[in-house]
Nanobody, 127 residues
Framework: QVRLVESGGGLVQAGGSLRLSCAAS????????MGWFRQAPEKEREFVAA????????AYTDSVKGRFTISRDNAANSAYLQMNSLRPTDTAVYYC????????????????????WGQGTQVTVSS
């Protein structure tokens, strides 16, 4: 059973940066693909970014390409989401998720691919 705990959320002005962290415990982190999703008020949860366990290949939703970077540190059992040039439209609760399915990065955009989820961390971007 994998436990995921997100941190690093907060309030930032538009154009600013935040780095989210996801600490994993209770499983073999090196064999899990990792993803970040977000859910804004009154909207469905949406895919943000993913990184594979095997070769650290990445995938991003179009709206964050060039601004967000997903990474992982297997020695630290952690995944990260560096968010730059933040916009008010990035305001949401951000969730970390882990998948033990054999997928390439493009196959990790659906939340149904993930078995384990964190509790989320709030990111608020003011204009």
């Amino acid at each position: 059973q994998v436990r995921l705990v997100e941190s690093g959320g907060g309030l930032v002005q538009a154009g600013g940066s935040l780095r989210l962290s996801c600490a994993a415990s209770g499983g073999a982190f090196t064999s899990y693909n990792m993803g970040w999703f977000r859910q804004a008020p009154e909207k469905e949860r949406e895919f943000v970014a993913a990184i594979t366990w095997s070769d650290s290949k990445t995938a991003y939703t179009d709206s964050v390409k060039g601004r967000f970077t997903i990474s992982r540190d297997n020695a630290a059992n952690s995944a990260y989401l560096q968010m730059n040039s933040l916009r008010p439209t990035d305001t949401a609760v951000y969730y970390c998720a882990a998948s033990d399915l054999w997928r390439d990065a493009a196959g990790l955009t659906q939340d149904s691919s993930y078995a384990y989820w964190g509790q989320g961390t709030q990111v608020t971007v003011s204009s």
